[in-house]
């Protein structure tokens, strides 16, 4: 079992060839710990090792977990949110990366304007068109990008993707490519850059840096496996 810090270190080489072989720079894609299902004693382990940003996927276990981790973290929610949730993922989460309608969109507006915040969002797309998955369709976020724009205490950040699993990440790299390509014509839409393209995980992550993510989002290779039950 390799430890923590030095499973981080192989990452950041495999993302600096990544990033060569695209030619872009390290600094910019920013590397997620996806903490879900870990303890806090291993979040430690990896803020020590210089991981500043982590993901989890469910509100009530970050909930639990995050007071408990060191303070200075960043955190972003990468799961599901359910709208009777929304109260504890603005209050928890600096970001949350996986809003997938407009009726959960309006609730977390109003949450956030309740609470006097402006909350940064990802739109999460289901890629590849999975039935299993959350996510907007590639039509439905370009349909709701004008309203989804005019919530006034949501900053829309960027796209983010959950591609199906396989074991040949070249498979995957027309769906980091489509989704890349969406985010230009989002872009194109709102007439403004929106910087974040939340793809990769553990399998997948290089190809993912080549198609042009900017944040990845690693938990297996970080942290080891999780419990069979716990897969997202
Ligand atoms: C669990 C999870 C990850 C991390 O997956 P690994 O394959 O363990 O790296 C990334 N993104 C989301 C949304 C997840 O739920």
Not at 2 to 26: P, Q, T, V, Y
């Amino acid at each position: 079992m390799m430890s923590i810090e030095s499973n981080i270190a192989s990452i950041r080489d495999r993302m600096g060839l990544a990033c060569e072989r695209s030619g872009r720079e390290l600094s910019e894609v920013r590397l997620m710990a996806v903490s879900k299902f870990h303890p806090w004693q291993a979040v430690q382990e990896a803020a020590e090792a210089g991981v500043e940003l982590f993901g989890e996927n469910r509100v009530q276990e970050a909930k639990l977990k995050i007071p408990q981790c060191p303070s200075g973290l960043h955190w972003h929610l990468i799961g599901h949110l359910q709208s009777n949730k929304c109260r504890d993922a603005v209050h928890y989460f600096e970001m949350i990366q996986s809003v997938d309608s407009l009726s959960l969109a309006e609730e977390i507006n109003t949450t956030a304007k309740k609470h006097s915040r402006m909350m940064p969002i990802l739109l999460e797309v289901n890629i590849a068109g999975e039935r299993t998955k959350f996510g907007y369709t590639p039509e439905t976020v370009l349909a709701d990008l004008e309203k989804l724009n005019a919530l006034s205490s949501l900053e829309i950040h960027g796209l983010m993707a959950i591609p199906p699993w396989t074991p040949d990440p070249e498979k995957v790299r027309p769906l980091f490519r489509k989704l890349a390509d969406l985010k230009k014509r989002c872009e194109e839409l709102l007439e403004a850059p929106l910087p974040v393209l939340s793809m990769g995980m553990s399998g997948d992550f290089e190809v993912a840096i080549e198609e042009g993510a900017t944040l990845i989002r690693i938990g297996t290779a970080i942290f080891g496996e999780r419990a069979k039950f716990n897969q997202a």
